[in-house]
């Protein structure tokens, strides 16, 4: 049913009030502003199925204030060109000469005439509908469908400043549109869709910008810098064009985590997820709750040598110098160069992880062979000493006929950065593989995208970096105001539940359960009576004499020291069973001081003096709240507000006219921002940028692929060479199989010829 303007009401004696139930614009209508009367016409076309748009808009000459404006249906007017009808037909009718264009449908306009127009007329304080008509010539929308209408989509700037929340905080947007669904009691109330919340989002990125990426990058790196007192570390390389080459930071929660454990580092390149493509290079270790910890950060545009030695020495000038004891890498052949050229002191181990991914493949006609698997796994990795490493090394490659395999021999000559009985002299916290840094990089998944910015990365690396400090300080929490359970209730177990954190007491504590199944008696062959190390044989009884594995423990009884031929205390940092076994043999009733490593225990963690970088809790009164700030507090506020009024229908009722009549007054206050179109407001504020590096630092380039980013994990280019090559099952020839096989085509193009012969 459409209305007439003949059969409308005047109602020019009074403005109309936002809260009167009015919903039919009418002659003659006053509104105090221009924005009740576009919302009245709004309102009104939504409820009878149409748009509306705002066909022109007068201003004046002098100060160009709006007296004017004129809205019609989304209908009105003419399509230009052609009919939409005539051009599916053409594009239906010869497809290849249009191939490349994009085919839009057109909006098919039937030259509508409903229309209002407004206007303020001068030395008057009100808005007066002056013209309006409200029969349509065409069919409306039902009202189900009436949230597609593509000009009815609009994001408010209330919504805007939740997405803007919900996207700082990791949310992805198919889940913010989940929220807004369920806020608005289902997705087609909200208003929008997928797309324009994407949109959103954009603009957000570019209005943060100002800048280039790169340079918006470094100024929000320099505020934090400020921010911290200057502690927050910061250093770029530029290549001769002026663009981002290399970039490390290191926030100063990580230097002084790098003082307590800083002596075990991994360090990977595979995680490129950013917009130029850089891999990203986390510098990871292990805290003492056995949790992943970053040391600091670094994004690099190559993996080169150079490349390499810049990003470490810039690493070891952040952390005033101090090498770890190892760190854990692939075998990138230029990172091992860079690693002997900046970390002499430093034990390099390679990931064991990459290696054993490798044999299968390298060896893959030894490994059909029954036994091969046995033995190689016995050789490798149950190898107690190098001694028994290198007499099962022979014996296999005599056995399988591997004395010309070029790539074996490679491997041996680094056995004694992957092969465990080499690696156990060194202490890895227990690490054998970059794991650590590559789930570093799923834990940054969270924050970051293929389509991520310099910005926003530095952005998101800042909330994971803060994220991973709150579960150490959950973990604090648990380890000191909670206690353990006890399983074996021994003087020793209680005593390791006072000074190691909860995960580590749990790693002990299997270590203990274990050491009651071992028997231990004493070498009498190698102990004398007059020295002071006595050795103990250590076994298990109840395996069969033949497969008995025997541990010799060393243990001197004055100074409380002692050894193991696993070597676990050396690698992990943790008495083994087998040591446990022996102090428990001698009623040692606490964890000699030789057996306790500081980095595991509760105490670990604590530093003399003040921290280095520490936020304060309570703002300075004289801190100004920026635009953002005050909708997150006031969306806190209101939070417990609206949870009290919805626990009844009177509640609610009073509560909505509240905010009705004070939403009026506040829209009469002054704003911080510029008036945008449609009422809303611009209230974003440029953030003081801080020290700025170079003023004319240009962005990497852009790494360009067809479609959607790939956000999986990248190879190095030593594993992509692993990939085994395509083998032809007709001539043998690696590059090529069968069907392609230039051979083979050969030989059926001659015997062809032959037969017609």
């Known amino acids: 049913m459409h209305e007439s303007s003949d059969n409308l009401h005047d109602s020019s004696d009074n403005i109309v009030d936002e809260d009167e139930p009015i919903s039919i614009p009418c002659l003659n209508q006053k509104f105090a502003n221009l924005q009740r009367a576009e919302n009245l016409f709004r309102a009104y076309a939504l409820n009878h199925g149409f748009a509306i748009k705002i066909q022109n808009t007068q201003r004046r000459v002098k100060d160009k204030s709006i007296y004017g404006r004129m809205y019609v249906c989304n209908l009105a007017g003419e399509n230009r060109g052609k009919n939409p009808v005539e051009e599916e037909e053409i594009l239906i009718g010869s497809v290849g000469s249009v191939k490349g264009k ?21 030395k008057s304080t009100h808005w007066e509908i002056t013209s309006l008509e409200l029969e349509h010539n065409h069919e409306v929308v039902t009202p189900s469908k009436m949230s597609l209408i593509r000009r009815e989509r609009h994001v408010t700037a209330a919504q805007r400043n939740l997405i803007k929340t919900l996207h700082a905080s990791g949310v992805p947007p198919r889940q913010q549109m989940n929220i807004f669904g ?20 954009r603009d957000f990125r570019k209005d943060n910008m100002g800048v280039n990426d790169a340079q918006a990058g470094l100024d929000l790196l320099y505020r934090l810098k400020e921010e911290s007192g200057g502690k927050f570390f910061i250093k770029t390389l530029l290549d001769d064009q002026q663009r981002l080459k290399c970039l490390v930071w290191v926030d100063p929660r990580s230097m002084m985590a790098y003082r307590n454990f800083g002596d075990v580092v991994a360090f990977d390149t595979t995680y490129r997820t950013n917009r130029y493509a850089m891999p990203f290079v986390p510098f990871t270790g ?4 056995y949790q992943s910890i970053v040391f600091g950060f670094a994004l690099v545009r190559d993996e080169l040598k150079t490349t390499f030695e810049w990003v470490l020495s810039t690493w070891l000038e952040a952390m005033e110098g101090k090498e770890p004891l190892a760190i854990i890498t692939d075998q990138d052949q230029a990172m091992a160069a860079a690693i002997e050229s900046q970390l002499p002191n430093t034990s390099h181990l390679l990931c064991s992880w990459h290696i054993s991914n490798k044999f299968p493949e390298k060896l893959a006609n030894y490994y059909s062979k029954e036994g091969f698997k046995f033995d190689f796994n016995n050789c490798i990795y149950h190898s107690l000493t190098e001694d028994v490493f290198e007499d099962r090394w022979k014996a296999l490659i005599l056995k399988y006929n591997l004395e010309g395999n070029t790539w074996l021999q490679g491997l041996y000559a680094l056995k004694h950065k992957w092969v465990e009985s080499y690696t156990r002299n060194t202490f890895s916290a227990g690490q054998k593989t970059t794991s650590r840094s590559e789930g570093m990089n799923a834990y940054f998944d969270a924050y970051v995208g293929s389509c991520t910015g310099l910005k926003d990365f530095v952005e998101g690396a800042q909330k994971a970096l803060e994220r991973q400090f709150m579960r150490e300080k959950d973990e604090d929490y648990n380890t000191y105001h909670r206690s353990r359970c006890m399983q074996m209730k021994t003087a020793l177990e209680h005593h390791a539940a006072s000074i190691y954190t909860k995960e580590m007491f749990r790693r002990f504590q299997e270590q203990l359960v274990e050491a009651n199944k071992y028997f231990v008696e004493k070498d009498r062959d190698r102990s004398l009576e007059d020295v002071e190390d006595t050795f103990y044989k250590c076994y298990r009884p109840l395996t069969g004499a033949s497969q008995r594995t025997m541990y010799l423990v ?27 076994a022996v102090l428990t043999k001698r009623c040692v009733a606490e964890l000699p001081e030789h057996f306790v490593k500081r980095r595991w225990t509760k105490d670990a963690n604590r530093v003399d003096g003040v921290l280095p970088y520490q936020t304060s809790e309570v703002e300075s009164p004289s801190h100004e709240l920026t635009p953002t700030e005050r909708f997150n507090h006031m969306t806190l506020l209101t939070m417990a507000f609206s949870h009290s009024c919805s626990a009844s229908k009177e509640r609610y009722e009073y509560a909505v006219g509240v905010i009705n009549r004070e939403t009026e007054i506040i829209e009469k206050m ?45 190879k190095s280019p030593l594993e992509e060479l692993t990939k085994a090559k395509r083998k032809c099952r007709y001539c043998t020839m690696l590059g090529h199989d069968v069907r392609t096989c230039p051979k083979k085509k050969q030989d059926t193009l001659t015997k062809a010829s032959t037969a017609q012969l």
């Open 102 to 122: 994009r085919r839009r449908d057109v909006l098919p306009r039937s030259g509508c005439k409903v229309r209002m127009y407004v206007v303020n007329k001068k």
């Open 182 to 201: 369920q806020m608005h009691g289902g997705a087609e109330q909200v208003g929008f869709n997928s797309q324009h919340l994407r949109n959103v989002v």
């Open 286 to 289: 292990v805290n003492h709750h």
């Open 554 to 580: 060393s243990f001197n009884k004055v100074s409380l020291r002692g050894s193991c031929i696993c070597r676990m205390y050396d690698h992990v940092g943790m008495p083994c069973r087998h040591i446990i």
């Open 670 to 714: 002054p704003v911080d921002g510029v008036e945008r179109e449609g009422g809303e407001f611009n209230t974003q504020t440029t953030q003081g940028s801080g020290e700025k590096l170079h003023e004319n630092i240009l962005d990497p380039l852009v790494s360009k692929t067809k479609g959607r980013k790939k956000e999986h994990r990248h």
